[in-house]
């Protein structure tokens, strides 16, 4: 009779390890190397973010495996994030808006909601700027003259129309009573080309990153009129922000960590959790003063929200451009 009795009790120990090696196998995540990917050449704001991460999470030991940045370049994003999604949850990549704007503009059939949102990391800010020399010395001036005679204002931005540089202008002139869909945008390369452009007198005005031109304002090469912050920006107190200027807009060209679909609560937990210690390091502030950013961290649950508040917002700034109908 003993002998037939163990059995059961048996079975219920086999049962409990196995449940409770299925609890663990859970926590266990993340199991393999790390991913991080930079869909872009290296250089430029991706890359930088995606080996920041890896810098930063690693030397600050928070997370134990090894972390890899790799470069998936071509389609403004899409080659990177096409990637992406046939990965497993081992596998992250950096996002901006793009993520977004490629899909209104039909560039891309992928949406944001193809991936799992994990967070916002840090922004940018976009800058108006004009020659030193400029006849216009506010942003007020400037959008006056330009509802005058929008043919008439030549306004470089880079590398395309469509982009945060492009819409922020759009966004200020729609506030301001502007149709955007008659601005005179000349494009250029890049950031650099426009400010070449700016400084030689081929154009009136530039939409750009702050990165760009803070450098030239403080020489005195050219003048900001506005940025896009919520508050003024260190260094440059003297430059009103939009809402300064009587424009009611904040405008991040922000940046973020999304995962492949699918990913289980645990995993995403186990990112709120590290992202949210990284954001507090000394590292990480590091990072974001050397490169001109701004904290603008948000968790995976904020992030979501945010995705499908700037996904709305972009779909009316595209159409308010006369890019689509």
């Known amino acids: 009779m003993r002998k037939f009795g163990m059995i059961p009790i048996l079975l219920l120990l086999l049962l409990m390890a196995a449940c409770s090696g299925n609890a663990s196998g859970s926590?266990?995540?993340?199991?393999?190397?790390?991913?991080?990917?930079?869909?872009?050449?290296?250089?430029?704001?991706?890359?930088?973010?995606a080996r920041s991460l890896e810098n930063v999470l690693s030397g600050q030991d928070l997370v134990e495996n090894n972390i890899n940045v790799v470069n998936k370049p071509g389609g403004g994003g899409e080659v990177g994030w096409q990637?992406?999604?046939?990965?497993?949850?081992h596998s992250l990549a950096v996002n901006s808006s793009l993520v977004l704007t490629n899909n209104l503009l039909g560039q891309s059939k992928l949406t944001y909601e193809d991936f799992t949102?994990?967070?916002?990391?840090?922004?940018?800010?976009?800058?108006?700027?004009?020659?030193?020399?400029?006849?216009?010395?506010?942003?007020?001036?400037?959008?006056?003259?330009?509802?005058?005679d929008p043919g008439s204002i030549k306004i470089?931005?880079?590398?395309?129309?469509?982009?945060?540089?492009?819409?922020?202008?759009?966004?200020?002139?729609?506030?301001?009573?502007?149709?955007?869909?008659?601005?005179?945008?000349?494009?250029?390369?890049?950031?650099?080309?426009?400010?070449?452009?700016?400084?030689?007198?081929?154009?009136?005005a530039v939409t750009t990153s702050l990165s760009e031109v803070k450098d030239q304002h403080l020489a005195g090469k050219l003048k900001i009129l506005a940025v896009s912050s919520e508050k003024p920006v260190k260094g440059i107190e003297d430059v009103p922000t939009w809402k300064e200027a009587g424009v009611d807009m904040v405008f991040p060209h922000w940046r973020g960590l999304m995962g492949p679909p699918d990913m289980t609560d645990e995993e995403?937990?186990?990112?709120?959790?590290?992202?949210s210690k990284m954001v507090e390091t000394e590292a990480w502030q590091e990072v974001l003063n050397n490169n001109d950013?701004?904290?603008?961290?948000?968790?995976?649950?904020?992030?979501?929200?945010?995705?499908?508040?700037?996904?709305?917002?972009?779909q009316k700034l595209v159409k308010d451009s006369g890019l689509v109908n």
């Open 156 to 204: 470089g931005v880079g590398p395309g129309l469509g982009n945060d540089d492009h819409l922020s202008l759009v966004q200020a002139a729609s506030e301001f009573g502007i149709n955007p869909s008659e601005l005179n945008f000349l494009v250029y390369e890049g950031g650099g080309d426009v400010v070449t452009a700016l400084l030689g007198g081929h154009v009136n």
């Open 27 to 49: 926590q266990e995540y993340p199991t393999n190397n790390i991913e991080i990917v930079a869909p872009a050449s290296p250089g430029g704001g991706w890359d930088l973010t």
């Open 117 to 148: 949102p994990i967070a916002t990391l840090a922004t940018e800010w976009q800058a108006l700027a004009v020659p030193a020399d400029s006849e216009f010395n506010t942003a007020t001036e400037f959008l006056e003259a330009t509802k005058a």
């Open 268 to 275: 995403i937990a186990y990112w709120d959790d590290k992202l």
């Open 293 to 314: 950013w701004e904290g603008f961290y948000k968790n995976s649950e904020e992030t979501e929200a945010f995705l499908k508040e700037q996904h709305d917002l972009y």
């Open 83 to 89: 990637y992406l999604k046939s990965k497993d949850s």
